[in-house]
């Protein structure tokens, strides 16, 4: 198997199809397309994206894209790595979570764009403030419901889903006990940023980062 990903740093979709695809223990090489440049869309093409945009997974005769599309792909094709909880409930909790995030949250996504090198603070609009306590609202609750340690139970892919954003609010400064965090959001926050998935994303973004 194959994933084109973009950089590391910055591709919060390419790190969410990496994050299920590492997690099946299966062996797969990464194909690193540039973003943030002229040529970005023409390489993805090139290399196998039928619309010029990452990530991709190709394994076989068969080309995945878009990052929720590779989850469910990859879920199918490994159930041994449990990608969602057996609990129907759980299940679908998990992906309506996913769902939402993959379809969401413009504000934060526009003025909190993924950074694994930053560390700054910023002043937010009222917009993104609605979406971080949405997101407060959302993990609580589900980490309530379904015991934790992560959102339906054990990791799943909507962990996957909401790492990149774990990460925003440390890059940018979000105190989650602002949006009325009572501790569990901010807790899982720093599970999400101490799986061993995410901190081997995070070395290679550094060292690409420092190259």
């Not at 591709?11 to 194909?31: N, Q, V």
């Not at 009222?126 to 609202?137: F, G, M």
Request: aromatic content about 10%.
């Amino acid at each position: 198997m194959e994933l084109l990903i973009g950089d590391k740093a910055w591709s919060t979709w390419s790190m969410r199809a990496w994050l299920a695809l590492k997690r099946t223990g299966a062996p797969f090489t990464e194909t690193l397309i540039r973003l943030r440049t002229e040529r970005t869309a023409d390489e993805a093409r090139a290399a196998g994206s039928p619309n010029g945009k990452l990530p991709v997974l190709k394994d076989g005769e068969t080309t995945v894209w878009d990052s929720l599309a590779i989850g469910e792909y990859v879920a199918e094709r490994f159930p041994a790595a449990q990608l969602w909880p057996a609990d129907p409930a759980a299940r679908a909790a998990g992906r309506s979570a996913a769902a939402e995030m993959h379809a969401g949250f413009a504000s934060l996504r526009g003025e909190c764009p993924m950074d694994l090198t930053l560390r700054t603070e910023v002043d937010l609009s009222e917009l993104t403030h609605a979406d971080i306590r949405r997101i407060v609202e959302l993990w609580s609750g589900l980490l309530d419901r379904f015991g934790g340690p992560f959102l339906v139970g054990d990791w799943s892919l909507a962990d996957a889903f909401y790492t990149p954003v774990a990460t925003r609010f440390r890059s940018y400064g979000v105190r989650l006990s602002d949006y009325g965090d009572q501790g569990a959001a901010g807790a899982y926050a720093e599970r999400l940023l101490n799986e061993p998935g995410f901190l081997e994303w995070e070395r290679g973004a550094l060292e690409d980062a420092r190259s």
